[in-house]
């Protein structure tokens, strides 16, 4: 069977992540199979590449392919930083309605931590995708939108809004949370994880951070009543009878206790910049976004993704650590069924660090371990999955 996939090379060091990752995604389903799958690669320009090629950092052939897509996966692409185009990773999540951004985070053994048992950190995270501040409804410091806005608020609600503030707007929809809650407890249930944590900053922000803690605890409720009991009740007494435990957490106390606690946490269900902040501060734990893989996904397309930058002063030196894209091809081998080749590509990362042949930023967490390129290191995976036997 042949399975078309998408990809996009992405901005700084997406090229040579791809040199060395796409070879092993192919190994592994090579291997694993013995020819009965195939992935079909299809390019996309986006990004840097495409502005070269075509004028457009976002093309519209891109987006037309993408709107019939079901499976796509991309390499980091830039955004300027106050100044220029709009971030092409919002644009396409709120273009194809990405709403969920879903990140694994585990450890491997062998990686030093900055914890002392990374090992017991496995989360899920669950972040809301198209919401909250990142929708982009913002207005620069003294603008005449600006003026508009701040006059409105202290007219109409008896704001005391300085005219020189810079303002933006924060919208959270039942419909957005909800959706969001609902994927994160049903992928609890299907993967027989014992609890769904709701983060929030509700104490504060109460009409859109706590009606996200309102609304998810509403979804468990009415829809997954005989799968899920709320952390109260369990307190309470009641059996929880291997259901899921629907607790929540203020959002700044979640970040305490995913470092002292993390056994007790395993799927997240959050806002858009609490999970932002979340996602790369639990991956720290376990060795950083370097070995956090991640997806897009809307209720019929997935883009699977690496979850770090475009590292623009390592580009083209062959030095960077393509795990986040390999790691994110192996949740993608899971979305489409070929479980073994994502598996054999996880076993390959895990023999690699046991050997302590990794890349340069992988060997300083490693003890006496031999810094090898990232084409090096795409090499010797697929000599890993060439020996195993499936």
């Given at each position: 069977?042949?399975?078309?996939v998408?990809?996009i090379?992405?901005?700084?060091?997406?090229?040579?992540?791809?040199?060395?990752a796409?070879p092993?995604a192919d190994?592994a389903?090579?291997?694993?199979?013995?020819?009965?799958e195939?992935?079909l690669?299809?390019?996309l320009l986006?990004g840097?590449?495409?502005?070269?090629?075509?004028?457009?950092?976002?093309p519209k052939?891109?987006l037309?392919?993408?709107k019939?897509?079901?499976?796509?996966i991309k390499g980091?692409?830039?955004t300027?930083?106050?100044?220029?185009i709009r971030?092409?990773?919002?644009?396409?999540?709120?273009?194809?309605?990405l709403?969920?951004?879903?990140?694994?985070v585990?450890?491997y053994?062998?990686i030093?931590?900055?914890v002392?048992?990374p090992?017991?950190v496995?989360?899920?995270i669950?972040r809301?995708?198209?919401?909250d501040?990142?929708s982009?409804?913002e207005?620069a410091?003294h603008?005449?939108?600006?003026?508009k806005?701040?006059?409105?608020?202290?007219q109409n609600?008896?704001?005391?809004?300085?005219e020189e503030?810079?303002?933006?707007?924060?919208?959270?929809?039942?419909?957005?949370?909800?959706?969001l809650?609902?994927?994160a407890?049903?992928?609890a249930?299907?993967?027989?994880?014992?609890?769904?944590?709701?983060?929030?900053?509700?104490?504060i922000m109460?009409f859109t951070?706590?009606?996200?803690q309102k609304?998810?605890y509403?979804?468990?409720?009415?829809?997954?009543?005989a799968?899920?009991?709320?952390?109260?009740?369990v307190?309470?007494?009641?059996?929880?009878?291997?259901?899921?435990?629907?607790?929540d957490?203020i959002?700044?106390?979640?970040?305490?206790?995913?470092?002292?606690?993390?056994?007790?946490?395993?799927v997240?269900a959050?806002?858009?910049?609490n999970g932002?902040?979340?996602?790369?501060a639990?991956a720290?734990q376990v060795?950083?976004?370097?070995?956090?893989?991640?997806?897009?996904m809307?209720?019929?397309l997935?883009?699977?993704e690496a979850t770090?930058?475009t590292?623009?002063n390592?580009a083209?030196?062959d030095?960077?650590?393509?795990?986040?894209?390999?790691l994110s091809?192996?949740?993608?081998l899971?979305?489409?069924?070929?479980?073994k080749?994502?598996n054999?590509?996880?076993?390959?990362?895990?023999?690699?660090?046991?050997k302590?042949?990794?890349?340069?930023?992988l060997?300083?967490?490693?003890e006496n371990?031999a810094?090898?390129?990232?084409?090096?290191?795409?090499?010797?995976?697929?000599?890993?999955?060439?020996h195993m036997?499936?």
């Amino acid at each position: 069977m042949q399975h078309t996939v998408y990809w996009i090379e992405g901005d700084g060091v997406g090229a040579d992540i791809w040199k060395a990752a796409k070879p092993v995604a192919d190994k592994a389903v090579q291997c694993a199979y013995r020819g009965q799958e195939e992935i079909l690669w299809k390019e996309l320009l986006a990004g840097e590449k495409a502005y070269v090629q075509t004028g457009e950092y976002l093309p519209k052939e891109t987006l037309d392919t993408l709107k019939t897509a079901h499976v796509a996966i991309k390499g980091p692409l830039a955004t300027p930083v106050g100044t220029g185009i709009r971030s092409l990773n919002v644009t396409l999540r709120q273009t194809f309605d990405l709403y969920a951004c879903i990140r694994p985070v585990k450890w491997y053994q062998g990686i030093i931590s900055v914890v002392r048992r990374p090992e017991r950190v496995n989360m899920t995270i669950f972040r809301e995708n198209t919401e909250d501040v990142y929708s982009g409804i913002e207005f620069a410091s003294h603008t005449e939108e600006a003026k508009k806005l701040i006059d409105f608020l202290n007219q109409n609600f008896h704001k005391n809004l300085k005219e020189e503030c810079a303002v933006g707007i924060k919208p959270m929809t039942e419909y957005g949370c909800k959706r969001l809650v609902r994927r994160a407890i049903q992928f609890a249930i299907d993967n027989h994880l014992p609890s769904v944590t709701l983060v929030h900053k509700g104490n504060i922000m109460k009409f859109t951070e706590g009606a996200f803690q309102k609304w998810g605890y509403e979804v468990a409720k009415e829809e997954f009543p005989a799968l899920t009991i709320t952390e109260k009740e369990v307190r309470e007494g009641m059996d929880p009878q291997n259901k899921v435990i629907i607790k929540d957490r203020i959002a700044d106390a979640m970040f305490q206790e995913a470092l002292l606690h993390p056994a007790e946490y395993s799927v997240l269900a959050t806002t858009n910049l609490n999970g932002d902040y979340l996602s790369d501060a639990i991956a720290a734990q376990v060795g950083g976004i370097g070995m956090s893989p991640g997806v897009n996904m809307s209720d019929s397309l997935a883009i699977f993704e690496a979850t770090h930058g475009t590292a623009p002063n390592i580009a083209g030196k062959d030095i960077a650590n393509p795990c986040s894209l390999l790691l994110s091809f192996a949740m993608l081998l899971d979305h489409i069924k070929l479980d073994k080749a994502a598996n054999a590509i996880r076993q390959a990362i895990q023999n690699c660090i046991d050997k302590k042949t990794v890349t340069k930023d992988l060997a300083e967490e490693i003890e006496n371990a031999a810094p090898v390129s990232c084409s090096s290191f795409g090499k010797l995976l697929m000599e890993e999955i060439e020996h195993m036997q499936f």
